[in-house]
């Protein structure tokens, strides 16, 4: 008897082959980190260790031409992911519709999560010191299993690396692992939506 695999998750890992513009980036986001009182406030009163500019900024390509630039290179990457999960778009491109700066501390994390309203979702990493910590990504199953016994892959980490790109469907929970480096890791996410 045949035994078919179904629903396949989808997991993009590419890279940001300009060296030049990830360092312009680095400097980008150390500097809005410093800068965004607002950005610094919200992490503080939220409990991220660390700075994001999730609920302060949000025209980071239009503020800063390095994100511009940076946003082209990722049209690319989510095209051809939306080709391989095979969505069909009528036509049209997925849009960015978000995108921030994460400056995570030693021992800084966040907890498991998804991202509603959005259709890919992302990170690309500029500072990655040894140690800092691996993307975690769950099993889609996993709250419809129930009285399933444990089997390997619920979990998956993915380990980056400066300059790497991931990618996922928005409705993937994932979590960043805590920050057991000595410095800063730094990324940059984003949504993307029709």
């Known amino acids: 008897m045949p035994i078919r695999q179904l629903f396949a998750t989808q997991f993009y890992e590419g890279a940001l082959d300009d060296e030049l513009l990830l360092a312009e980036l680095d400097d980008a986001c150390r500097e809005l980190a410093d800068e965004d009182g607002a950005g610094?406030?919200?992490?503080?009163?939220?409990?991220?260790?660390?700075?994001?500019?999730?609920a302060s900024l949000n025209d980071l390509p239009r503020r800063d031409p390095r994100f511009g630039d940076l946003v082209r290179h990722l049209n690319r990457h989510v095209a051809a992911f939306a080709r391989e999960c095979g969505f069909e778009l009528g036509g049209k491109r997925l849009k960015l519709d978000s995108l921030w700066i994460n400056v995570l501390e030693p021992g800084g994390t966040h907890s498991g999560h998804i991202h509603?309203?959005?259709?890919?979702?992302g990170t690309?990493?500029?500072?990655?010191p040894a140690g800092s910590g691996p993307l975690k990504l769950e099993d889609p199953r996993l709250p419809l299993m129930m009285a399933a016994p444990q089997r390997p892959?619920?979990?998956?980490?993915?380990?980056?690396?400066?300059?790497?790109?991931?990618?996922?469907?928005?409705?993937?929970?994932?979590e960043v692992m805590p920050n057991a480096a000595d410095e800063e890791r730094i990324s940059i996410s984003f949504n993307y939506r029709l």
Do not use: K
Not at 40 to 54: E, F, L, N, V
Not at 116 to 121: C, E, I
Not at 160 to 174: C, D, K, M
């Open 40 to 54: 610094q406030a919200w992490s503080a009163a939220h409990g991220y260790r660390g700075y994001t500019s999730y």
């Open 116 to 121: 509603p309203h959005s259709v890919v979702s």
């Open 124 to 128: 690309i990493y500029v500072a990655v």
């Open 153 to 174: 892959g619920t979990f998956i980490y993915a380990e980056p690396a400066p300059g790497t790109v991931f990618l996922w469907e928005s409705w993937l929970r994932h």
